[in-house]
């Protein structure tokens, strides 16, 4: 009975070691930090690309700016975190609880959230093109302005959600609860209706905005002052 708790400990301390590195360097890319306790943690900018962050608990942690690509975050308690301007494309998020975070102009393209909960969490101007958002919880979430073109939206919630200028051409929202959900200017040419009808609207525009990974097309994102972010490069 004492044998799975003894094999445990090495891989406790080691990762404690890790968690210890990461505060002080925030810097631990593809380290084994499964179920970490990071609550509150000071992140800013933390270089974390393909590390392992499943179950780890990052509430209220302040991940800004951070390098989170590729990273295994499924199932983490990633609530009411701070992850403006965060690099999570093609992160897995699967069934994490990532409500009432801060992903504002956050990469989350071709990034995993099925089965996610990100009720009144703030996405505006974030790029989750090619996402993967089956079964999401997006209820009040701001999308305002967010880049969701080619995104997996089958049977997500996005009741009471902010969907105004978001471009979302080429969507599949088949099954979709869209009740109360404000879409304005929202551009749908080419996507799946959750009456499992496409949408032609916003296909009558001769020219359309190119893409762009920072959203700068969209009048509903504001211009983006990089200033801050030289703070980095003191560190």
Excluded: H
């Excluded at 084994?32 to 933390?46: K, T, V, Y």
């Excluded at 302005?145 to 009471?160: I, K, Y």
């Excluded at 978001?166 to 749908?188: E, F, G, I, P, Q």
């Excluded at 080419?190 to 905005?209: I, L, Y």
Aim: glycine fraction near 4%; hydrophobic fraction near 40%; charge should be neutral.
């Amino acid at each position: 009975m004492l044998l799975p708790f003894c094999a445990a400990l090495p891989l406790q301390a080691q990762n404690l070691s890790l968690v210890k590195r990461l505060l002080e360097t925030r810097g631990c890319p593809g380290c084994d930090l499964f179920g970490a306790s990071l609550s509150r943690a000071d992140l800013f900018g933390a270089s974390l690309s393909r590390a392992t962050l499943s179950r780890a608990d990052l509430v209220d942690a302040d991940l800004t700016a951070a390098d989170l690509m590729e990273a295994n975050l499924n199932n983490a308690n990633m609530r009411n975190a701070f992850l403006a301007d965060a690099d999570l494309s093609k992160a897995d998020m699967s069934r994490a609880d990532i409500r009432g975070a801060n992903l504002e102009n956050a990469n989350l393209s071709e990034s995993f959230l099925r089965d996610a909960s990100l009720q009144l969490a703030n996405l505006k101007c974030s790029n989750l093109s090619a996402a993967k958002l089956s079964r999401t919880d997006l209820r009040n979430a701001d999308l305002s302005g967010a880049n969701l073109s080619g995104a997996d939206l089958q049977e997500a919630d996005l009741s009471g959600a902010n969907l105004s200028g978001a471009d979302l051409r080429s969507a599949d929202l088949r099954d979709a609860r869209l009740n109360k959900a404000n879409l304005t200017d929202a551009n749908l040419c080419g996507a799946r209706m959750p009456d499992q009808k496409t949408s032609r609207r916003g296909c009558e525009v001769k020219k359309e905005p190119a893409l762009s990974t920072t959203n700068n097309y969209c009048n509903y994102c504001y211009a983006l002052n990089d200033w801050w972010l030289n703070v980095l490069r003191f560190y």
